[in-house]
C-alpha cells in the first residue's frame, strides 16, 4: 500500500461539481493499493498516518501528530500511486489492485482509521474526483509499506 500525505489547512473534495467532504486542518492522505497487499499493510500505513509527528509543537518543532493536535483526516483513493513509467509514455498499473477488491480494501482502510481517529472523512472511489488543498509548510510524506525502512 501506498500513501502520500500532505499536512493541510483545508482540503476538499468535489464531485459533479459538489462538495463531498472536506477538513479545515490536519492531513490529507492519497491512498493506492498494491495487488499483492493485505490487512498488515492497511494497520502499517493507517498507524503511520495517525501517530506521524509532523506538526509543530511550542517550539516550532514537528513533535506532534494528527490525534495530538486534533486534526481532521481526509482520505482520497488513487490508485495512479502505482502507476509505473520506467519503460514508455504510458505508466503501467499493472501492480495496482483491481478495482472491485481495492474498493473492499478502502472501505476496510477508512473504517479502520475511523476506529483509530475520531474526525475522518473520505472521497468517493472510483469517481473522477477534484481535489482543492491549502498545503501546509509544505509538508508532504509518502508511505509506502512494502518499503519498510
Not at 44 to 66: C, G, P, V
Not at 111 to 121: F, T
Request: proline share 1%; with cysteine; hydrophobic share 40%.
Amino acid at each position: 500500500m501506498r500513501s502520500v500525505i500532505q499536512r493541510v489547512r483545508f482540503a476538499s473534495v468535489e464531485v459533479d461539481e459538489k462538495v463531498i467532504a472536506k477538513i479545515n486542518g490536519g492531513i490529507l492522505a492519497f491512498v493506492g493499493f498494491c495487488r499483492d497487499d493485505s490487512a498488515g499493510d492497511l494497520e502499517y500505513i493507517a498507524s503511520k498516518i495517525i501517530q506521524l509527528r509532523i506538526f509543530e509543537d511550542e517550539n516550532d518543532l514537528m513533535n506532534l501528530s494528527l490525534s495530538q493536535v486534533g486534526g481532521e483526516l481526509l482520505i482520497v483513493s488513487q490508485f495512479t500511486l502505482y502507476g509505473d513509467a520506467r519503460k514508455g509514455r504510458r505508466p503501467s498499473f499493472s501492480n495496482a489492485m483491481t478495482g472491485e477488491l481495492a474498493l473492499s480494501f478502502y472501505n476496510e482502510f477508512v473504517d479502520l482509521c475511523k476506529s483509530k481517529h475520531m474526525n475522518v472523512k473520505s472521497g468517493l472511489f472510483g469517481a473522477n474526483m477534484n481535489i482543492d488543498l491549502t498545503n501546509s509548510g509544505p509538508v508532504t510524506i509518502l508511505l509506502d509499506s512494502n518499503r519498510l525502512y
